[in-house]
Structures are given as structure tokens and as C-alpha cells.
């Protein structure tokens, strides 16, 4: 039996979790109608190929990122090595690339006509080829390139946060380094491990900017097939509530993983545990290295080329507006969105009862479902509230009757929010799951409650998690493409619409130019939340 | 009672933050012909006119969809689409609204519009044969059927057929063939891929330029691009079915919205863009054929010398593209 107080939690996270429901509940409402024809097509000419491909990626992306993400975290955090320093931040960089950006740079270098197999043509004759890179293995490639900084940045946190004791008490025992690896410091970061290939893998599975630049046919893509090609939304709805239904599954499986595993909260080191030399500080220094110039390096000097070969021709005035659209859609996004997460970390804490639980669940989901399918679900909802709701209330008020939602700046913002919400809970959570409860029990006992009590206890302890889930929906606004295509209201292009303009049309180069603004505007949020997350151990 | 609605309406409007007010002397236009492709046309309009012209970019079906729910309470007056199979699409969905003028008739052909009124195509792109000049000799160039022969066999690059132009070509082979021929000829042309499909036509023109294959499929603007870029660019057009139903076609064009608020002047925006002056923008800025024939094209597409054009209506795009889509699918064209 929930407690009143408990009880005075349940309007907000159900408002909250109604507005998620309302856009999956238009994908549900497709189950009405089935076309049989395009069915029984997809299923006798296309699903075995499609569920094979995204089984592939998946198992593909999965071991990459967890290879990447791990053994990257674990030398930047545990050892020590030439280069350490400024590669422990470096590594997070390839956060700001888009993976579609990402995709059109390796295919345009590495392809055929590409520039580097011209050059080996060239000097070697034409005997000498590269593996395909418009290939299963070329996809996963990219995709582990731009989506391990999320397994790295959760591994590297678990790492950090386990303290000398553990890893010293294990040498003492007589483990070596590799079995003190194995036996004591990876079970300890599973569950942030879990937690970072859980986000890569929703990432995969609803991406489809990356994919469609190799042609790599996977379920995502058989969606947009379904609606562009066959005009079937429903048919199309139907196929991504499948889609959520796997994702839904994933993340059970990596909560039930998670079990009781609590990270520890020891005093951080101070040094290194283990210092490399020889042979191994090279290895450890060049595998560090070879990442960062592959998911970063090549691709934005790439981006420079193209840029001055095409795209500074197209640098106007115009650019000042796109910037300044971008960064103010970024940040009002976090903002909102970072607020309406705190309320559902708090109502999770402090009234964990079975409803609320499975509100906050509810509220996370969007996260899953490939954007172009989540943008026209909210595009739908909204314009059903404009019509049911707001026309009625504003001609009752006097007003025009005119529909506000669809097409104003807050629905674009609500559209966010819905879509990034699961992005800002998790550091919020785990940050407000690191204050033991006995701290605002004394606080109380001091007499201090309330805002008091939130602004001068929580708030002080919640920063540094608020300002890495603030800077994470940031950047992922700023690389989100489907909903502001489809809502932005009219004039407010950003920089990823100009994107999607280039490359719809085959302008790859010209794409550099909005492309690379984009990867140095997201650059800073990203080198903010690297010093954040190492001020904390230093 | 009444001050208590003022401060909820109040509340209201900073809630909603931009409210969509509407001033007479504005269109509104949902494109998926992208910002620099269309600006250029409608700032001559504006320019000329003082009615100011709206618009925003998107891919088609999210744009079609954002009609069909704004419903009566739209806010667009003309969606501006590439490819008669979308146009088409969004007759039979019903958010556009027939209308005939004398003017539109007067300057664009009849096979270049709805039958039904409901739309007008404003430029054409042709989708034709392009050809390595190191390799192949235009004289073993015949038509789109032959290249399902045996002798093009790991020589053929194609895009993939996801891409609407594709399916629109594949309709229009099922309308002159028959199911059963094409299937064959699209089996003819998978067998001979040299490699992977493209995601897009720049990639295939710059795959034969570089020697990964000999002949291919794509729209003529693209190669335009490219040759604007590399003029040492050692591809050519070619076009095929000279002595037959000629080149496929197809256009880019505009309809009118079921529910537009601004009717007249949207269709007064429609009419002036079949006009020569703003054909000529408006084809040129992507170097496609103005739709009018009293239009010239400009130079660099008027080089690319004159052919013969199939008649067929575009429209039979739109009605074949599910089955042109099922096919591509059975033959293995991904």
C-alpha cells in the first residue's frame, strides 16, 4: 500500500509517461488494419535476409563496442602509458560524429572510386583491392567506431569509481593483472558495461541514416521501405512495434543482468595501478591511438578536405542562422528535458512503489523506436490533441481556433523530450542512487525540507550527473535528424536538415560544410562532460 | 469570468510559444525538393509579387502524412514533390485538390499532368543510360532492355531500388512489357552487377569513372553535377530506345492542398511557375528540362544533344510502383 505521500507523486510521472504513451499508442492503434499483401510480401521475399542482416549487426556491434568500450576504459583508467592523458579524453570525441556522417566519410574514402583505392591503383596497378567496405563487415565497423564511446564512457566511470582497495586487496591475493581483470574488476563494472551496450545496440537497431549509406538492408530499413515505397504507415507501425517489442526485451535482459550489483563508492585512487613499459606501453599507447585516428581523425580530416574542395563555396550568412537554430534547439531540449527526468528520478526514489515504477519504465521507451516512425507517431498525437483539444479550448476562450501544437516550437521540444528522455535518466538515476539515503535523513533532522532541502543537499551532489545528462541530450539533439525535419516550424532549419539536404541529393562533399560545423559545435559539450567526468578523480 | 480567460488564453499562448497567424498575402509550400533547389524561384516570386512564399524540406511521406493529419486545419497550400509515383500517392490519399487553369494547360504538356487536375509537373529529369568512353562504344548501345544481355555480365552498376527513380522506371516497363518480361529483364540486370547496388546516383557515375564498372542507370542532373565538377570526367550520356518508345521520363511538380487557407494565391504561384520565366530558374538551378516546351533548357543540358522522350503519362508511375516494388524485390535487386 503506497504511502500519501508516496501517492502525491502519481499525477506527474503518469502525465509524463501519458505523453510517451501517446505516440506508441498510435503505433498500437495500427494493429487495426493488416494489409495482408504487403505481409505475406515481406515475409516471402525479404524477412529471412532482414532478421539475418540485423541479427548479424547486432551481434556484430554488440562484441565490437564491448571489445572497444572496455579494453580502452580499462588502460586509460588502470594503467598507465605514453599518451595516456590526453588519449583518456581523446577517446570520447567520436561522441559528436553522427553515425551517418561517419558512414558517407568511410564509404566516400574507402570505396572503389574513393580516394585511397585510386592511390593503389595507382601505384600498385589494379591487382591490389581492399576488402569491400560496402560490406556486413564495413557497417559494423563504422557503427562500433561511432557508437563505443557510450560503453567507454560508462566502463571507464565503473573503473574509476571502484577504488584502489579492491584491485590491491587482489594483488596482495597473488592475482596477476589479467586475473584481477577478470575476476574482480569486470564483474564489479558489468553492470555499467550492460548499461553502455544496451544504448549502443537501441542505437543500431533503430538506425537508419548510417545504414542506408552502405545499402545494408536491415528491419529499420524495411520500415521506411514499408512507408515511402508501399505508402503503408500502418503497415509500417506495425513492423516498429515489433521493433519496440525487441528493444523492450534487450532491455529487460540487461536489467535482470544488472541484478543486485551496486557500484562501490571507495575513496578514488590517486596514481595508476599499473604502469606499462616496453613492449606493452607501445601496444597499449597504439591500440588507444589507432581508435581515435579511425573514429576521428581520418574521418574529420576527410571532412576538411571535402569541405575545402566543395563546401566553403556555400558558406553564407546563412550559416549564422543554422548555428544559432541548432545550439538554441539543443540546449532548450536539454533543459526541459533534464527537469522532467529529475522529477522521475526523484518520484523513483522516494515513492518506488509498483505504479511508479512502471511509469518511469514507460517514459523511458522512446528511446528505442527509429526517429522518422517516433517523429510521425508525434506528429500524429499531436495533431489529434490540436484538433480535439486546443481548437475547442481556444475558440471557448475567444482565441482563433487555430491548431498551436503541430508546428510550434514546443512540440518540437515535446518530440524531443519524448525521444530523449531514457538519454537523461540514466546519469540521473545512478547519480541520485550514489547519495545514501542517510544524508537528507540528517539534513531533515536539521529542520531542513523542501526546496531547502533539494536546492542545499541534492542539487550540490546531483551537478556533476545533471550536467552529463544535460550535455548528452545536447549532443544527441544536435545530431537528430527525422523530427526536426518533420516539425521544425517554418524557417528554423539546423544543421542536420542541411545535412539531410546534401546527402538526399548524392552531395557528399557539400555535405562537409554543415557536417563538420555540426562535429565542432558538438565538440565542446563533449570536451565539457571529458573534464567533468575528470575533475572527479583528480 | 472574463479576466480569468484572458490570463488562460495569456497563459496559453506562452505555453505554445510561436503561434501559426497567417498574414492574406502568403503560400505556404511542403517540399521535398531541398532549400537551394527551390529558394532561388520563389525569392524571383516574391520579388515580383510582394506575396511572400513559406516552405519547409522534408522527405516526401512524412510530408504527405503531416497533410493528411493537419486536415481542415492546414497550413499548407501546395506540396512540391520530385517524382510522379509521390504525386500520384498523394491524389490517392486525398489531400489535393483539382483545379484547372487555362494557363497550366496552355504550358504543360498533357502526359506531364494528373489526368485528374490534381497535380502539374513543373520540370523533367530524364533516367538514362551513362557509359564508361574507355571501355564501351556507343554503338553497342541499343536500350535499357539489352543491358539484361549477356555481354554486359559484371559490367552493370545500379542504384539501389529503393530509390523511387528506380521503381518509376521499373513501372513504366511493367506498363510497356508486361509482369512477365520485366521480371526477366530485371533478373538480367541483377546477374549482371558488378558489384553492390549504390545508395546514390553520384557514387554510381563516380564508380564508372574510376573502372568498377562500364554502364549504369541514373537521372541526367546528376551527371550534369559531376561534369560541372570534373570536366575531364570520362562517362557520357547515352539515350537508349531511340528507335522505340524513347527515354524514361520523369519530373519533378506541385499539387494543390485539399484544405489550403490560401487557394488563390497558391494557384496564382502554380500558374506563374509554368511560365518561361520561372521555368527557366527553376529547371536550371538543377539542370533538368523545363516541362514547358516553349522553354529552353540551358546550355550545359542543351549540349547534351536532342531524343526522343517516351509519351507514356507519368502517372502510370504511381499506379505501378507497389508491383515495380514486390518485382525489384523477387529479382533481387536490393
Request: proline share 5%; aromatic share 10%; glycine share 8%.
Amino acid at each position: 500500500m503506497a504511502h500519501p505521500a508516496q501517492r502525491r507523486w502519481y499525477p506527474l510521472v503518469f502525465a509524463i509517461a501519458a505523453l510517451v504513451l501517446l505516440p506508441l499508442s498510435v503505433l498500437l492503434l495500427s494493429w487495426q488494419s493488416i494489409d495482408q499483401q504487403i505481409w505475406s510480401h515481406l515475409w516471402d521475399t525479404q524477412m529471412p535476409r532482414l532478421l539475418g542482416n540485423t541479427l548479424t549487426l547486432i551481434l556484430g556491434v554488440g562484441t565490437g563496442v564491448t571489445l572497444l568500450g572496455v579494453s580502452l576504459a580499462w588502460l586509460t583508467s588502470l594503467c598507465e602509458f605514453p599518451g595516456r592523458r590526453w588519449l583518456d579524453w581523446a577517446l570520447m570525441l567520436p561522441f559528436a560524429i553522427p553515425a551517418y556522417v561517419l558512414a558517407f566519410v568511410f564509404v566516400g574514402l574507402l570505396d572503389f572510386a574513393g580516394p585511397v583505392q585510386t592511390l593503389m591503383r595507382e601505384w600498385f596497378g589494379s591487382g591490389l583491392r581492399l576488402p569491400r567496405v560496402r560490406s556486413t563487415g564495413g557497417v559494423i565497423l563504422v557503427l562500433v567506431l561511432v557508437f563505443y564511446p557510450y560503453v567507454y564512457l560508462l566502463a571507464r566511470s565503473a573503473f574509476l569509481a571502484q577504488g584502489k582497495g579492491l584491485m590491491e586487496a587482489a594483488r596482495v591475493l597473488g592475482q596477476s593483472p589479467w586475473q584481477a581483470f577478470w575476476r574482480v574488476a569486470l564483474p564489479m563494472a558489468r553492470p555499467a558495461i550492460g548499461a553502455g551496450v544496451a544504448l549502443a545496440l537501441m542505437e543500431t537497431l533503430a538506425d537508419f541514416g548510417a545504414v542506408s549509406v552502405f545499402n545494408f538492408d536491415t528491419f529499420t530499413t524495411a520500415i521506411y521501405k514499408t512507408w515511402y515505397g508501399f505508402f503503408s504507415l500502418s503497415s509500417a507501425a506495425q513492423l516498429a512495434s515489433l521493433l519496440l517489442l525487441a528493444v523492450m526485451l534487450v532491455l529487460y535482459g540487461e536489467r535482470r543482468a544488472r541484478g543486485a550489483n551496486r557500484a562501490s563508492n571507495e575513496r578514488p585512487r590517486v596514481k595508476a595501478l599499473y604502469t606499462l613499459r616496453g613492449f606493452k606501453a607501445v601496444a597499449a599507447s597504439g591500440w588507444c591511438f589507432l581508435v581515435f585516428a579511425c573514429a576521428f581523425v581520418i574521418p574529420v580530416l576527410q571532412l576538411v578536405v571535402w569541405f575545402w574542395q566543395r563546401g566553403r563555396f556555400d558558406l553564407d550568412e546563412r550559416y549564422a542562422g543554422l548555428i544559432v537554430h541548432t545550439l538554441y534547439l539543443g540546449g532548450l531540449a536539454a533543459l526541459v528535458t533534464v527537469c522532467v527526468a529529475l522529477l522521475l528520478a526523484f518520484a523513483r526514489r522516494l515513492a518506488p512503489t509498483r505504479p511508479i515504477r512502471a511509469g518511469v519504465g514507460l517514459a523511458n521507451l522512446g528511446y528505442a523506436l527509429p526517429g522518422s516512425v517516433l517523429a510521425v507517431s508525434i506528429m500524429l498525437a499531436f495533431s489529434y490533441l490540436d484538433r480535439e483539444l486546443v481548437i475547442p479550448l481556444s475558440t471557448w476562450l475567444g482565441g482563433a481556433g487555430k491548431p498551436l501544437l503541430l508546428g510550434s516550437l514546443s512540440a518540437l521540444l515535446l518530440a524531443y523530450l519524448v525521444r530523449f528522455l531514457a538519454v537523461a535518466y540514466g546519469p540521473l538515476e545512478s547519480s541520485l542512487a550514489r547519495i545514501r539515503p542517510s544524508l537528507p535523513e540528517a539534513a531533515r533532522s536539521l529542520g531542513v525540507s523542501g526546496p531547502r532541502l533539494f536546492f542545499k543537499v541534492y542539487l550540490p551532489l546531483l551537478l556533476p550527473g545533471t550536467l552529463s545528462a544535460a550535455l548528452l541530450v545536447f549532443v544527441d539533439v544536435l545530431k537528430e535528424m527525422p523530427a526536426t525535419l518533420l516539425m521544425r516550424p517554418f524557417g528554423w532549419d539546423t544543421l542536420a536538415v542541411r545535412i539531410f539536404e546534401m546527402t538526399s541529393e548524392g552531395e557528399w562533399a557539400r555535405a562537409a560544410l554543415p557536417a563538420l560545423t555540426l562535429v565542432l559545435v558538438g565538440l565542446l559539450p563533449v570536451i565539457g562532460l571529458i573534464r567533468r567526468s575528470a575533475h572527479r578523480n583528480s | 469570468m472574463l479576466a480569468t480567460k484572458r490570463l488562460l488564453s495569456a497563459l496559453a499562448l506562452t505555453l505554445i510559444g510561436t503561434t501559426a497567424a497567417q498574414a492574406a498575402d502568403e503560400v505556404v509550400v511542403y517540399s521535398s525538393r531541398i532549400d537551394e533547389l527551390i529558394k532561388p524561384v520563389f525569392d524571383a516570386y516574391t520579388k515580383k509579387t510582394g506575396v511572400s512564399v513559406k516552405f519547409i524540406t522534408d522527405k516526401e511521406a512524412p510530408l504527405m502524412q503531416r497533410i493528411k493529419a493537419e486536415g481542415a486545419n492546414a497550413t499548407a497550400d501546395l506540396l512540391l514533390t520530385v517524382d510522379a509515383g509521390n504525386l500520384w500517392q498523394a491524389e490517392q490519399m486525398g489531400i489535393l485538390q483539382p483545379f484547372t487553369s487555362p494557363v497550366i494547360d496552355a504550358n504543360i504538356p498533357s502526359q506531364y499532368r494528373a489526368s485528374s487536375h490534381a497535380w502539374t509537373g513543373l520540370s523533367l529529369r530524364a533516367r538514362t543510360i551513362v557509359y564508361s568512353t574507355e571501355r564501351v562504344k556507343p554503338s553497342e548501345l541499343t536500350t535499357y532492355e539489352a543491358l539484361a544481355g549477356k555481354e554486359w555480365e559484371g559490367r552493370l552498376c545500379l542504384r539501389t531500388s529503393k530509390k523511387v527513380y528506380n521503381q518509376s522506371l521499373t513501372a513504366t516497363l511493367i506498363e510497356t512489357h508486361g509482369a512477365e518480361k520485366t521480371e526477366e529483364i530485371l533478373k538480367g540486370w541483377v546477374k549482371n552487377l558488378s558489384t553492390d547496388v549504390f545508395s546514390d546516383d553520384t557514387a554510381l557515375l563516380e564508380a564508372i569513372n574510376a573502372g568498377q564498372c562500364d554502364v549504369g542507370i541514373v537521372n541526367t542532373y546528376y551527371y550534369g553535377r559531376l561534369h560541372q565538377q570534373k570536366p575531364d570526367l570520362k562517362v557520357k550520356l547515352f539515350w537508349p530506345n531511340q528507335a522505340d518508345r524513347g527515354v524514361h521520363i520523369n519530373l519533378s511538380g506541385i499539387g494543390l492542398t485539399q484544405h489550403a487557407p490560401h487557394p488563390e494565391a497558391a494557384k496564382k504561384l502554380v500558374e506563374w511557375m509554368t511560365t518561361p520565366e520561372a521555368q527557366s530558374i527553376f529547371a536550371d538551378v538543377n539542370q533538368e528540362f523545363p516541362a514547358n516546351p516553349k522553354v529552353e533548357p540551358s546550355k550545359e543540358v542543351a549540349a547534351w544533344g536532342k531524343f526522343k522522350a517516351d509519351t507514356l503519362p507519368v502517372e502510370v508511375a504511381g499506379k505501378r510502383q507497389a508491383e515495380a516494388i514486390r518485382m525489384m524485390d523477387r529479382a533481387g535487386w536490393n
